[in-house]
């Protein structure tokens, strides 16, 4: 088994389906890259909020023709609180033929503090749930999503920024097939 190390995506969007809450991302394009330029939702005290998934799609690099044995993503992410709550990524989730999959992962860790930090769900054996070909890898519709939650019950602002996604497939090369007579 290979890997194909971290690679970017190209698309990144708010998608607004199953669990994930109805608060846009702005500016989600900004997620493309560890540049401390963001992806950001913002809210006022008293406030509670779950954002929509942010979704990072399109992959850089295409795979070969292989054997999917896992799929792992990783965000970089920081949340600021001024009051009293907190602010916390929740869920991630593969995105198959356009559509965010119901199996989601919980980030470890998920609690954000005001330090950019990766954090990364699913691994070398992790399918999602889901069968997978190289053709749904390298589709313009594969990728991961992300949302978050914060809550602040006092005066002050919340605020969670992401600033880079990256997915990592792991696999097996298929091998040409012999046919004996």
């Known amino acids: 088994m290979v890997d194909t190390g971290w690679l970017d995506l190209s698309s990144f969007s708010n998608i607004n389906?199953?669990?994930?809450?109805?608060?846009?991302?702005?500016?989600?394009?900004?997620?493309?890259?560890?540049?401390?330029?963001d992806a950001q939702v913002i809210c006022g005290a008293p406030c509670g909020f779950t954002t929509q998934w942010l979704s990072a799609q399109n992959l850089s690099q295409p795979i070969p023709g292989s054997?999917?044995?896992?799929?792992?993503?990783?965000?970089?992410?920081?949340?600021?609180?001024?009051?009293s709550g907190g602010v916390s990524l929740v869920n991630s989730a593969v995105i198959k033929g356009g559509v965010v999959q119901e199996t989601t992962l919980i980030l470890p860790s998920p609690v954000l503090t005001g330090t950019d930090a990766y954090m990364s769900a699913g691994g070398a054996t992790e399918l999602w749930g889901l069968s997978w070909?190289?053709?749904?890898?390298?589709?313009?519709?594969?990728?991961?999503?992300?949302y978050a939650t914060g809550n602040n019950s006092t005066f002050g602002v919340v605020s969670v920024d992401a600033d880079h996604m990256q997915v990592k497939i792991y696999y097996t090369v298929l091998s040409g097939l012999f046919l004996t007579l």
């Open 17 to 37: 389906s199953g669990s994930s809450g109805a608060d846009a991302w702005t500016n989600p394009g900004n997620a493309v890259s560890s540049d401390d330029t």
């Open 67 to 83: 054997v999917i044995n896992g799929i792992e993503l990783r965000i970089e992410a920081s949340g600021t609180l001024t009051g």
């Open 133 to 146: 070909s190289a053709s749904d890898i390298n589709a313009s519709n594969f990728g991961i999503a992300v």
